[in-house]
């Protein structure tokens, strides 16, 4: 019986190795099937993680242009190395692969390598081999959304995959879709050089964000060079003999325009991945836009099969596809296990950063909830100033009649860090008192926290 096991994972990103490690240390004996030839997923092949390298390094880039000197700092212009830039990207894609492959050896992870199809009830096959389990969590993830009428080469017309290999910087880079990943891209070549467009459908950046936030972020964006086509659609994408001609309409209809690039980014988001996995063999049900259907403890339709992260319905995040991962790890288990879908973070890795836990001001206003607003710019935070970070505020929303903080709301400097402590506060259901009485290190662009506390329903001492 060496093929049996108590559970199957089909997919070895943030949700699949997060579960098959959690299930192992509590004792079960796993297989992992992965058919990528490295561990890691999206997130960890080509996404969060090297296009958080490229974010670094472009940002380091800027900085070494732009303020050091004002600092003090005399460098001569920075000259780009991009094939080096690259490599360190390529790097860090390594190491962090390679660190997924050393927990499975030491948790006893079997590593089966190949497509797993889904046989029938408590068998996958994979390859000629059929392993056969208690229990199959897929978790499959995520592939990039098509634009009819786009194809994808990526060469000229890329998907996030192709913006992270580039082999050198365009001039004009059209992105298509103003989320997360197009403005995330698009800051990296734009630091490194490019003229920037967003063609984004919507009359607004980055969808379900809170509102101020968004309008102070698309300020900043356009400062540093961002162009944006709002309520735009992108309706045709031709190949000339150099470079591409983007055709473009209003959303609501009118005339099209033409504009030039050498690159084109498709950034509309990305839909749940199922292809090849046998769901209709064993009746696991999936909504309309393609998602796996599960039930409140992450179950199919199926008995003894179970799905997680992307290819569920939720927020497409590495983090909410680890946290699901675990807690259903602990419950196969027969342990407890939970995932708080009201407090999971957001950030967008840009310069400033936006980070957001809870809800939104839109979101409360429609649900008919009553709340306190405080805010705090870093203006007057010490360590911003002194640090020449001061773009950006902390806006604390919390519940009118008792005070629990409801949502958090940060764009600046190390936003993606500073949330974390909001997602504390938030999931141990602190009110804004709470926060505003606490002791803050100073100075610390976290002051900006207690001081948005401090603004909820009395005053912030620095303004
Ligand atoms: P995935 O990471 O997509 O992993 C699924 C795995 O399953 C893949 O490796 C795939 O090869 C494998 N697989 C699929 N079918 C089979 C099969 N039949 N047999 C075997 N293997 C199979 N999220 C964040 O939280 N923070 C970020 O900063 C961030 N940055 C991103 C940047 C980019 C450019 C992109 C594209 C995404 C980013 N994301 C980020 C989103 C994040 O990558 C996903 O939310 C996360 O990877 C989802 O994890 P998952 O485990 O559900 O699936
Ligand atoms: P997204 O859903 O964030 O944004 C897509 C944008 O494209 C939306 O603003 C949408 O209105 C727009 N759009 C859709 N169709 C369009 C069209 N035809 N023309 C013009 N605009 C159109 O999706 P994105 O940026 O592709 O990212 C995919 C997923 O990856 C997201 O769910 C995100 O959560 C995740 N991700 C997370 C990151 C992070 O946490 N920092 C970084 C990158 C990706």
Known sequence: MADAFDLVVIGAGPGGYECAIKAAQLGLKVACVEKRDRLGGTCLNVGCIPSKALLHASE???????NFADMGIEVSKPKLNLKQMLAFKDEAIDGNTKGIEFLFKKNKIEWVKGEGQIEGPGKVKVGDRTLEAKNIVIATGSGVAKLPGVDIDEKTIVSSTGALELGKVPGKLLVVGGGVIGLELGSVWGRLGAEVTV??????ILPGMDGEVVKNFTRTLKKQGFSFKLGTKVTKVEKQKSGLKVTV??????????????????AIGRVAYTEGLGLDKVGVATDKRGRIEVDASLKTSADGIYAIGDVIAGPMLAHKAMEEGVALAERLAGHYGAVNYDVIPGVVYTSPEVASVGKTEEQLKEAGIEYNSGKFPFTANGRAKANKTTEGFVKILADKKTDRVLGVHIIGVNAGEMIAEAAIAMELSASSEDIARMCFAHPTMSEAVKEAALAVTGAPIHM
């Open 249 to 266: 309409e209003p959303a609501k209809g009118g005339d099209a325009e033409e504009l030039e690039a050498d690159i084109v980014l498709v």
């Open 199 to 204: 063609v984004e459908f919507l009359d607004n």
């Open 60 to 66: 380091l880039f800027h900085e070494a242009g732009a």
